[in-house]
Every structure is written in C-alpha cells, then in structure tokens.
Nanobody, 123 residues
Framework: QVQLVESGGGLVQPGGSLRLSCEVS????????IGWFRQAPGKEREGVSC????????YYTDFVKGRFTISRNNARKMIYLQMNSLKSEDTAVYYC????????????????WGQGTQVTVSS
C-alpha cells in the first residue's frame, strides 16, 4: 500500500505563494501518477493537477492553469505543487493521491490518499 504525506500548507495573503509537498512511500515512484485534489468546506473534492510517471506529463484544471506548477523528484519520492497568485477561492484542504494513470476527474480511481494539508488564502 502506497502511503502519502502532504505538507506545506498554511495561511497566505491573496496574491501570495505556497509550495505543497507530497512524500510518497513506495518502492519506486516511476509507476505511479500523483494527483493533487482539494476540498473546500461544503464542496465536493475537485481535481487540481496531476503528473504521470516516467515520462512525466502534467495536467491542470482550468482554474489553476498559469498559476500552479506540479513537479516530481523520483529519486526523493517527492511531488510538489507550486501555487502562485493565490486567490481566496483557492482556500481548501489539499490532498495528494496515487493513481495508476493521471486523472483530475476521477478521484474514485485513487489507490491511496494522503491526510491533507490546509491552505487558507485570506488578508
């Protein structure tokens, strides 16, 4: 069972930046796609971004394109989500999840989830 641990959340002002990290415990990260999802209070979980295994391809939902960047370091078994130009509507708990193939639309296909990290964008 793959285990994932998120970190890097916090409170940031609108227009600010945060970098989330997802540490993956697996024999190798090469065979997993890792997605970032988020869930705001009273809303359903929604996909944000995903990065596939080797070769790494990236996917973003429209509302984060141009602001968020996903990357991975397979040697360190780490996935990162750089979030710039943050808006109040980005406030949510952010989760990373492991998949066999990249998706931002099918959270039900996740093999494993992290516990989440809170991101709050407020002045």
């Amino acid at each position: 069972q793959v285990q994932l641990v998120e970190s890097g959340g916090g409170l940031v002002q609108p227009g600010g930046s945060l970098r989330l990290s997802c540490e993956v415990s697996a024999f190798t990260l090469d065979y997993y796609a890792i997605g970032w999802f988020r869930q705001a209070p009273g809303k359903e979980r929604e996909g944000v971004s995903c990065i596939s295994g080797s070769p790494a391809k990236t996917y973003y939902t429209d509302f984060v394109k141009g602001r968020f960047t996903i990357s991975r370091n397979n040697a360190r078994k780490m996935i990162y989500l750089q979030m710039n130009s943050l808006k109040s509507e980005d406030t949510a708990v952010y989760y990373c999840a492991a998949f066999a193939a990249c998706t931002v639309d099918r959270p039900d296909l996740a093999q494993s989830w992290g516990q989440g990290t809170q991101v709050t964008v407020s002045s």
